[in-house]
């Protein structure tokens, strides 16, 4: 499908793209879009149907809360699918942790609807698992080392020395497409003094 789509937007003269080669996105990448993906469909169901998930929970009345919740999920998504996915996987930590709090005061002895709640529990210590796992592997990929930068001042683009390439290219011939070049610089020279020449 991919491949479809790329060939269709070429040009009539480029090669078509027949297969590529193998994913540079590696398996804490892979998580961190499956987990971005995740959080912009649950940020949209709790959008457009905050009232079945606070009936369900018996949570009636948090509907605006549920729709703030789910405003951030579709945060949490946007950025974890950009190149700043540790900082969304991170973000949806927290915000697991902010569900977790919100379903335990649903947990309350009163609440027909307490068995819901638990196995919503479940299943969110669940995703914050996953979602630690994600950050902890995007991290270590993408974070740079920490300490002292190197420090490159004993380097020289003269190996050898400045010595040693002085002179170095006195045998060097000018290969024969190179020829043509000052013949063209001395035609390019010449237009600007003919324009500059009164007619």
């Not at 996105?25 to 905050?50: C, H, K, N, V």
């Not at 998930?53 to 948090?62: C, N, S, W």
């Not at 024969?176 to 500059?196: C, H, I, T, W, Y």
Request: proline share 6%.
């Amino acid at each position: 499908m991919t491949y479809t789509i790329s060939n269709i937007a070429r040009s009539k003269g480029d090669p078509k793209v027949l297969h590529s080669g193998p994913s540079s996105l590696g398996a804490s990448d892979r998580m961190a879009r499956a987990l971005g993906w995740y959080s912009i469909g649950l940020g949209l169901t709790e959008l457009f149907a905050a009232k079945r998930i606070t009936r369900a929970l018996g949570m009636e009345g948090k509907e605006a809360l549920v729709r703030a919740y789910g405003v951030r999920e579709l945060g949490h998504g946007i950025v974890s699918l950009s190149p700043d996915k540790h900082l969304g996987l991170w973000s949806r930590v927290a915000g697991d942790g902010l569900d977790i709090a919100t379903l335990m005061t649903a947990m309350r002895h009163d609440n027909p609807k307490r068995d819901n709640v638990g196995i919503a529990l479940a299943v969110v210590l669940g995703v914050t698992l996953l979602d630690i796992i994600g950050a902890q592997g995007t991290t270590a990929r993408h974070s740079r080392p920490r300490g002292r930068p190197r420090s490159y001042r004993d380097r020289t683009g003269f190996p050898q020395g400045v010595q040693a390439a002085r002179g170095a290219a006195r045998d060097f011939k000018v290969p024969p497409d190179m020829r043509a070049a000052p013949a063209l610089a001395a035609v390019s020279n010449r237009a600007p003094q003919e324009k500059a020449r009164p007619h």
